[in-house]
């Protein structure tokens, strides 16, 4: 099989930014965010320290900052089907 018959045979891309690169979706990320976050215990300061976590791999920064290690499973399983 050539190289070219092998690639137009992959199933196309969909790719998804969270980040604002292609599209900016602070205003539908952040509040979701942090609603799930309150229901886990760890109420967020303000939208600075929101995007603090976001310098350095978010799931170390908010075990750093205090959340619950217990509740992150529940924080991704809960903030997946709200954004």
């Given at each position: 099989?050539?190289?070219?018959?092998?690639?137009?045979?992959?199933?196309?891309?969909?790719?998804?930014?969270?980040?604002?690169?292609?599209?900016?979706?602070?205003?539908?990320?952040?509040?979701?965010?942090?609603?799930i976050?309150?229901?886990?215990?760890?109420?967020?300061?303000?939208?600075?320290?929101?995007?603090?976590?976001?310098?350095?791999?978010?799931?170390?920064?908010?075990?750093?900052?205090?959340?619950?290690?217990?509740?992150?499973?529940?924080?991704?399983?809960?903030?997946?089907?709200?954004?």
């Amino acid at each position: 099989m050539q190289l070219a018959e092998a690639h137009s045979r992959k199933a196309p891309l969909l790719l998804f930014d969270f980040d604002g690169v292609i599209a900016d979706s602070l205003h539908v990320f952040y509040p979701c965010f942090v609603e799930i976050c309150e229901e886990c215990g760890f109420p967020l300061a303000s939208q600075a320290a929101f995007l603090r976590l976001f310098e350095d791999n978010v799931t170390e920064s908010l075990l750093r900052e205090g959340f619950p290690l217990t509740r992150l499973r529940k924080l991704a399983r809960e903030f997946a089907p709200r954004i």
